[in-house]
């Protein structure tokens, strides 16, 4: 098993900023590529970014490309999504996501989950 705890959600107003961060414990981190997803009201949750699990290659959607950066720390255990420029459409909730098998935008290859944090932008 692989716990996830996601952070740093808040308000910000359009064009700030905001870190994430996912802290995991359990299995190994390092054995897992991590992801990002969100889901907001009324929506599908869609991904946002993933990192493989030696931090060598990041991958992310295209609506959040050139604005948010994913990173990884396997010392520390943890992942990161820092996002600028923020838009009122970023507004969701943001999930952590592991997979021990795949590095990518599909939800369903992906083993562990957090619980989420809010993000919420202001126009």
């Known amino acids: 098993q692989v716990q996830l705890v996601e952070s740093g959600g808040g308000l910000v107003q359009a064009g700030g900023s905001l870190r994430l961060s996912c802290a995991a414990s359990g299995r190994t981190f390092s054995n897992y590529h991590m992801g990002w997803f969100r889901q907001a009201p009324g929506k599908e949750r869609e991904f946002v970014a993933a990192?493989?699990?030696?931090?060598?290659?990041?991958f992310y959607a295209d609506s959040v490309k050139g604005r948010f950066t994913i990173s990884r720390d396997n010392a520390r255990n943890t992942v990161y999504l820092q996002m600028t420029s923020l838009r009122p459409e970023d507004t969701a909730f943001y999930y952590c996501a592991a997979s021990s098998a795949t590095y990518g935008s599909n939800r369903y290859e992906y083993d562990y989950w957090g619980q989420g944090t809010q993000v919420t932008v202001s126009s």
């Open positions: 990192i493989r699990w030696n931090g060598r290659n990041q």
